[in-house]
Every structure is written in structure tokens, then in C-alpha cells.
Nanobody, 124 residues
Framework: QVQLVESGGGLVQTGGSLRLSCAASGRTFSGGVLGWFRQAPGKEREFVASITWSGGVAIYADSVKGRFAISRDNAKNTVYLQMNSLEPEDMAVYYC?????????????????WGQGTQVTVSS
């Protein structure tokens, strides 16, 4: 079992930045993948970014490419999401997810474990 705890959400003005963190504990795996998803009220959960634990592969949703950056610290079992140039459209609950399989995935169904989420609010 893997436990994921997100932190770093909050209120920011349009154009501002936030860094989300996701600490993993329990059964961790060197060959797995971590991802960030978000869900706005009334919308489906959508992919944001994903990275392999090895750090060799990272992918992004087109809507955040160039503004967000995903990274990981294996020693701390933590994955980060640096969010810059935030827009009101980025406002959502952000979830960290982990999959034990190989290969990054955009589909939420490809992930085995989920955190509770952290709210990101962007004021215009």
C-alpha cells in the first residue's frame, strides 16, 4: 500500500506561482510513475503531468506545457509540481497519483493510488 499526501495549495493571483508537493510513504517502488491530475467543479478529473521515479521521462498536458514543471526527489520520496503563470482556468483540486506499472500514463485509470487532493485557487 502506498500513501500519498499533497501540500502546497492555496490562493494566488493570476500570473502567480505555487509549488505543490506530494510525499509518498508505505510501499514505494523505484520503477513506478507519479502523476498530477486536477479536477474543477463540474468537470472530469484531467491529466496534468507525469514522471517516472527514475526521472527519465516526463509528460505534460498541452494546457500546462511551458508553465508547469514536474520533478521528483527520490531520497525524500516526494514529487513536486511547480506551477508558474497561473490562470483562472488552472483553479481546481490537484491530486497526486502513483502507479506501480512501467510507463507514464495520461488516463487516471492507469494509476493505483491517490492522495486526498489540495485546492488551488487563482483569483483574476
Amino acid at each position: 500500500q502506498v500513501q500519498l499526501v499533497e501540500s502546497g495549495g492555496g490562493l494566488v493571483q493570476t500570473g502567480g506561482s505555487l509549488r505543490l508537493s506530494c510525499a509518498a510513504s508505505g510501499r514505494t517502488f523505484s520503477g513506478g510513475v507519479l502523476g498530477w491530475f486536477r479536477q474543477a467543479p463540474g468537470k472530469e478529473r484531467e491529466f496534468v503531468a507525469s514522471i517516472t521515479w527514475s526521472g527519465g521521462v516526463a509528460i505534460y498536458a498541452d494546457s500546462v506545457k511551458g508553465r508547469f514543471a514536474i520533478s521528483r526527489d527520490n531520497a525524500k520520496n516526494t514529487v513536486y509540481l511547480q506551477m508558474n503563470s497561473l490562470e483562472p482556468e488552472d483553479m481546481a483540486v490537484y491530486y497526486c497519483a502513483a502507479r506501480s506499472g512501467v510507463g507514464v500514463r495520461r488516463n487516471p485509470s492507469g494509476y493505483d493510488y491517490w492522495g486526498q487532493g489540495t485546492q488551488v485557487t487563482v483569483s483574476s
